[in-house]
């Protein structure tokens, strides 16, 4: 018999399936060992050696794993096909054998399976191989790296930059994107243009829209109709003449569809189409892949095995028909950046297995799969064959041009099961046209202007920044889940609407980084780097002489910022943001000088909090502030009677300015009344964006939900200091997003307010999920808590492993952490279970004595 090693409980019982009774298949629960978070993990004095620890919750595994070690003289690693599955097996065979768990003699294997299916975890046993040293340098070159980088960088910028938190060396970059994002968008200026569009109808009635593209004999450009003169002038122009069909052109096209996904492409598509975030993405892929539904999905490839693409044809060819089916399959390659990483497309294992067919509760995971099938079953499916009409139209003396688009699909193909989705919204020339001849005349229905203006660039989405990234070379596969989260995570970034949005912190963090260490956060470098990361994993490079060469100039860097005080970095910062912090006024006055007092100069400030605002100079004597974002003219438009929005109950509603920000007021202050009702604007909600709608919406907080079904007393939605909340009685929960304070039902409410810990005691919060009985025992159930889920039985609470899924948590493994937990405190039993317990408790009073003559001594200490 051989022990063999694979990450996750799930994999492990799903493997446990294929190979039977012969094997023994064991949990590591991912990395088993780390980097301890202290200064010298890596020792740069001493060749970059690394000192790793076994963390607390991995000594058990450990454990498990050598007890059957003594038993079966043979270890078999199978866990992910990548450089940290590799990374893993490496950990697992160094940790034990300095445990002596494995002996000189001990068979060690190494397999790998690209699907976790029986012909695939059969045929990697008959294939074993040594661990992969290379890719295993590659781990340690980029564990070493983040380490140096977040270690060292860190304490500089909790030393300089007050608020902020921390910094890494791929995080940083990805900041620095979304961060220069914003400032394109605070810097774009709107430029007006006008466009006219006709209504024309056919000689038999049938009408179409045309859009003028010529005019006085002269091509059209996008800014030609500036102004609304320019654009009447046009439609008048348009109105005067005859109109008449000048030219038809019918041209055939083809659209082919998008190749298989890889781990870019699907946490994209997820994004754009379901509003999933990477992280949710990767995990729910994690647990198809774990159920053996789907390939490996960390990878850079695109290719797809040819019995795949073999029966990827049959089931097209018998759920829609052989005119569906291409005369040859479809082959996708492309050039991995990393070879380690270069594994098959994301597919199904089994593409007979449609979505119907799906053997999985889990909503999120069956949309997923749904996904990955359909793109699958695209990909080899014939192309979509179109005729795409343009049709000239003109005046006789030719001073005006107009232009109809359109197009017909004459075979949909791949688009009868799937189209892929965009990220912003573009204009689509695919609707039908009328039938149209040369000379057709065309009578005038409707003559319309439309005012435009030019947009800035949009932010982030987490699947446009993803896009990016991989474009600039930064991150891998494995990498992009967790860099979006930790920004997140560290309050640099906020998401709003699906948009990912710099908080006042993150900006400064990236302004300083950019300013004191400006190589480390060069696109080009850290994608190059990453380069260097592939050339070790390939064997073509040292990872030491790579640390190597980094540190000498990273340490460098860091201690050229030992010198810097404070007050040096905000001026730096304050003169670096100038042109957004301080853009020209309208009067053409100093930007710099406060519009309050007339003589103090305006600064960059930070809070405690990490956040920062633009004050007076003469601080106390000038107590003038006003937020980042918000200009010195939009400010004195909200400062004093502040911006009208409009009118209710016969009170002016207005927008205003103060100390802490915008907010809105209902009528004005007078000597009887001088606090009228008044409502900040909440995080994420822009100023232009606030109209008399909006304005009513926050002044009739808070907003009743109804009464509390068990007592009648009334629930409350509204926004605190803390953020968006519900209120029942003396308790409050919070809710995830502003807009739900509006929206939030009865249901809802209560189930937010009962999952809230009240004071001294936590309230009885409904269970993620109910696992049953305990063989000893006492309900199991998975929960909520504040440091993640936790399986609870009785008094024992036993936390659950980060690779392990709330929803997946079977009964056997919930017992087997109890269990654990259980023996850490001395118990093999949940104490409320065991009532006699107590009685010879009570007969122990030789326990007692040794504790009272130990007394003296412990005033003596």
């Not at 950990?91 to 976790?116: C, G, M, W, Y």
Request: charged residues 30%; aromatic residues 6%; positive net charge.
């Amino acid at each position: 018999m051989a022990v063999v090693v694979v990450e996750s409980p799930a994999k492990a019982k799903t493997i446990n399936k294929y190979l039977g009774a012969g094997h023994t298949v064991l949990a590591s629960y991912g990395h088993v060992r780390d980097l301890p978070p202290k200064d010298g993990s890596v020792d740069t004095e001493h060749d970059f050696d690394m000192k790793w620890e076994v963390a607390s919750d991995s000594r058990k595994h450990l454990k498990a794993i050598s007890d059957a070690l003594k038993e079966d003289n043979e270890l078999i690693l199978a866990t992910d096909p990548d450089r940290e599955g590799e990374a893993i097996s490496w950990h697992l065979t160094e940790a034990l054998t300095k445990s002596r768990a494995l002996k000189k003699t001990t068979p060690v294997k190494r397999v790998v399976f690209n699907a976790i299916t029986k012909s695939a975890v059969t045929e990697a046993m008959k294939n074993p191989r040594d661990v992969d040293m290379p890719l295993v340098r590659a781990y340690l070159a980029r564990r070493a790296l983040d380490y140096l980088v977040g270690f060292n960088l860190s304490p500089v910028l909790w030393r300089k930059l007050p608020g902020a938190k921390s910094a890494g060396r791929v995080q940083s970059v990805c900041l620095r994107l979304i961060v220069e994002r914003e400032m394109e968008i605070e810097a774009f200026r709107a430029q007006e243009y006008w466009s006219v569009e006709a209504e024309l109808a056919t000689p038999r009635g049938a009408t179409f829209t045309a859009k003028l593209v010529s005019l006085a004999g002269k091509k059209l450009d996008k800014f030609d109709l500036n102004n609304e003169s320019a654009a009447e002038m046009a439609v008048q122009a348009v109105t005067s003449r005859d109109l008449a069909v000048t030219s038809v052109e019918a041209k055939p096209a083809s659209r082919n569809p998008s190749a298989p996904f890889m781990t870019s492409t699907l946490q994209q598509e997820a994004s754009r189409k379901f509003g999933m975030g990477a992280k949710h993405c990767m995990s729910t892929a994690q647990r198809l892949y774990e159920a053996g539904y789907i390939t490996y999905m960390r990878t850079d490839g695109i290719d797809m095995a040819p019995e795949a693409v073999m029966s990827a044809r049959d089931v097209i060819k018998d759920r829609y028909g052989a005119e569906y089916v291409p005369k040859s399959p479809r082959m996708y390659k492309n050039k991995a950046k990393n070879a380690q990483e270069a594994h098959e497309c994301i597919r199904p294992t089994d593409m007979a297995v449609s979505p119907d067919k799906l053997r999985v509760s889990d909503t999120d995971q069956r949309k997923l799969y749904d996904l990955i099938w359909k793109r699958t079953i695209a990909g080899q499916m014939e192309a979509a064959r179109m005729e795409r009409t343009t049709v000239e139209i003109g005046s006789k003396d030719g001073q005006v041009g107009l232009r109809a688009t359109g197009q017909v699909v004459l075979f949909d193909g791949f688009l009868k099961v799937y189209e892929e989705g965009r990220d912003d919204v573009v204009d689509d020339d695919d609707k039908r046209l009328p039938q149209l001849s040369e000379g057709d005349k065309t009578d005038k229905r409707a003559v319309t202007p439309e005012q435009h203006f030019t947009q800035p660039p949009p932010r982030y989405t987490e699947a446009t920044l993803v896009k990016r990234m991989e474009e600039l070379g930064i991150g891998r596969p494995s990498t992009y889940a967790s860099i979006v989260t930790t920004i997140q995570d560290r309050g640099y970034v906020i998401k709003d609407k699906n948009r990912l949005m710099p908080e006042d912190k993150g900006r400064l963090v990236t302004i300083f980084l950019v300013n004191y260490f400006r190589r480390y956060l060069e696109y080009d470098f850290t994608a190059a780097l990453e380069g260097q990361l592939d050339d070790i994993s390939a064997g073509q490079a040292d990872y030491k002489e790579v640390l190597e060469k980094f540190w000498r100039d990273f340490s460098a860097a860091i201690a050229e910022t030992s010198e810097l005080r404070i007050t040096e970095v905000l001026d730096k910062i304050d003169e670096v943001l100038a042109p957004q912090l301080y853009p020209p006024r309208e009067d053409g006055s100093d930007p710099r000088v406060c519009p309050k007092c007339g003589e103090g100069r305006l600064h960059l400030k930070t809070a405690r909090s990490g956040g920062a605002f633009i004050g007076c100079g003469n601080y106390p004597e000038c107590r003038f502030t006003r937020p980042l974002g918000v200009t010195d003219d939009a400010q004195a438009e909200l400062s004093g009677d502040g911006k009208l929005l409009g009118h209710d109950a016969g009170d002016p509603i207005s927008l205003r300015t103060g100390r802490f920000g915008p907010y809105v007021q209902r009528g004005e202050a007078t000597k009887e009344d001088p606090k009228p009702p008044r409502a900040s604007l909440p995080k994420g909600w822009e100023v232009d964006s606030i109209d008399l709608e909006k304005a009513l919406m926050l002044l009739s907080l808070p907003r009743p939900v109804g009464p509390h079904p068990d007592d009648g007393e009334l629930i409350e939605a509204g926004i605190g200091r803390y953020g968006p909340f519900v209120k029942h009685g003396k308790k409050y929960a919070n809710l995830p997003e502003v807009d739900e304070v509006f929206t939030i039902g009865m249901n809802r409410a209560v189930e937010v307010l009962a999952a809230k810990q009240t004071r001294g005691r936590p309230a009885a919060a409904a269970p993620l999920k109910e696992l049953g009985e305990h063989p000893d025992g006492g309900a199991l159930a998975v929960m909520k808590g504040r440091y993640g889920p936790y399986v609870k039985w009785d008094k024992i609470n036993a936390t659950l492993p980060k690779e392990m899924e709330p929803e997946t948590v079977t009964l056997e493994q919930a017992v087997e952490l109890v269990n654990a937990k259980a023996a850490t405190k001395g118990k093999k039993k949940a104490p409320a279970k065991k009532p006699a317990a107590k009685k010879p408790a009570a007969k122990k009073p030789a326990a007692k004595k040794p504790a009272a003559a130990k007394k003296p001594d412990a005033k003596k200490d």
